[in-house]
């Protein structure tokens, strides 16, 4: 990952590692491909966005029409399930679950795949506003700090004016119900 990323996603995967652990432990859970999944979340970060379209072109990675509607910022998830498989030999559904749904979730996600989720809004370098308030709902427990990982990520989209995965709806509503 360090041959692949710059030096600040470096640090985000290795801060998101550090603290899918963290809630792992304080919410109970095992799972021994946690670490490695973590590590892993932002590997199609390897590809430059404004290169990440014509990557998945030629190598016949399968990108849906809504991925597609959404942008670059969406194909780093599926170029990171081929990344992990090409790269590191990894196709353990753990991980592969991880990397494809941790920008957009979706109901029924593993345990492992959520604590992900909300690691990669609150590890440590993460420094937006509301961010120490999401860190605290988190330590209550995982739903909670599912529901406030969520709330922040489709907020901010929706500031953005960008389109909305409707997986990221689906996966918001399986959370309020
Ligand atoms: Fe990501
Ligand atoms: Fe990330």
Redesign the pocket.
Known sequence: MKFLLSLKRFN?SVG?SETALRLAERYGHQDPMLEIAALL??CGRMVPDLEIVEFAQRRHIPISPDIAMAGERLYHSEVGVYVAKTHFLIEHPTVTEAIRY?TTGKPGLSDSSKIIYIA?VIEPSRSFKEVNGIREQADKGLCVGLKAACQRKLQFVLQSGDFIHPLSIAFWNSLCS
């Open positions: 985000h998101v979340h932002d941790h990669d």
